[in-house]
């Protein structure tokens, strides 16, 4: 994957990794790969909802226009991907979920401790609360100033992804935010999602290099 891209990457990827932003076992792409299982599901904006239940105070669901209507947020993060590449300063554009529970727009019960992502085609993705609220966890409609493509999980997905110098924030490797998206199910007790109950790392940290249970 990595050797056809040339001096710049090999450049690119020392940048990287003098500035301590390269976790163990990862090497840097210029490219951005894909790799999700099953098809690209379609997408029809005039159907299309996201739907958000379980422990909070109030089921809560937007149509594609209610959604994009939603407090926006840009950030900048580095993608880790558990198949060992990475892709760094990737823009995204979106609607953070601490936005969403600052603004009232989500209220959490106070036994909410954890989130399953639902997807297109039964596709589920486990995550404590405490991660979905953090700055690098966003519900993404725009890559680079453009829509999603629909390989890359178009019209929403959850991203996930490391900012430079934010220490603070615990970051698990890009499968941890799903493609596709389609509600959000806040929980009291964790369940595993589609790739943790074939093996993978529930925690996922990318600095630990959790990549399998």
């Known amino acids: 994957m990595f050797s056809q891209e040339g001096p710049d990457r090999r450049k690119e990827e020392d940048r990287i990794r003098e500035e301590h932003r390269l976790p163990p076992g990862q090497a840097l792409t210029i490219k951005f790969p894909v790799l999700h299982?099953?098809?690209v599901p379609p997408f029809n904006a005039?159907?299309?909802?996201?739907?958000?239940?379980?422990?909070?105070?109030?089921?809560v669901s937007w149509t594609w226009e209610e959604f994009n209507q939603l407090?926006?947020?840009?950030?900048q993060m580095d993608l880790h991907c558990v198949?060992?590449?990475?892709?760094?300063?990737?823009?995204?554009?979106?609607?953070?979920?601490?936005?969403?529970?600052?603004?009232?727009?989500?209220?959490?019960?106070?036994?909410?401790?954890?989130?399953?992502?639902?997807?297109?085609?039964?596709f589920t993705v486990?995550?404590?609360?405490?991660?979905?609220?953090?700055?690098n966890f966003l519900l993404a409609?725009?890559?680079?100033?453009?829509?999603?493509?629909?390989?890359?999980?178009?019209?929403?997905?959850?991203?996930i992804g490391a900012i430079a110098g934010r220490d603070d924030l615990k970051t698990p490797y890009l499968w941890k935010g799903a493609k596709w998206l389609r509600?959000?199910?806040?929980?009291?007790?964790?369940?595993?999602?589609?790739?943790?109950?074939?093996g993978y790392s529930n925690s996922a940290d990318i600095?630990?290099?959790?990549r399998f249970a």
């Open 126 to 135: 486990n995550l404590p609360l405490e991660i979905v609220l953090q700055d």
């Open 183 to 198: 509600g959000l199910e806040f929980m009291s007790q964790d369940r595993l999602g589609f790739w943790e109950k074939a």
């Open 46 to 59: 005039a159907t299309w909802d996201l739907r958000i239940w379980g422990e909070i105070e109030k089921e």
């Open 83 to 122: 198949t060992r590449w990475s892709k760094a300063d990737t823009l995204w554009e979106g609607v953070l979920v601490r936005t969403l529970v600052e603004q009232g727009l989500i209220r959490p019960r106070p036994a909410a401790r954890y989130v399953m992502q639902h997807a297109e085609y039964g």
């Open 37 to 39: 299982y099953g098809p």
């Open 141 to 159: 409609t725009h890559f680079d100033g453009q829509p999603i493509t629909p390989d890359h999980g178009f019209p929403l997905r959850g991203v």
């Open 71 to 75: 407090p926006r947020t840009q950030i």
């Open 207 to 210: 600095w630990k290099e959790e």
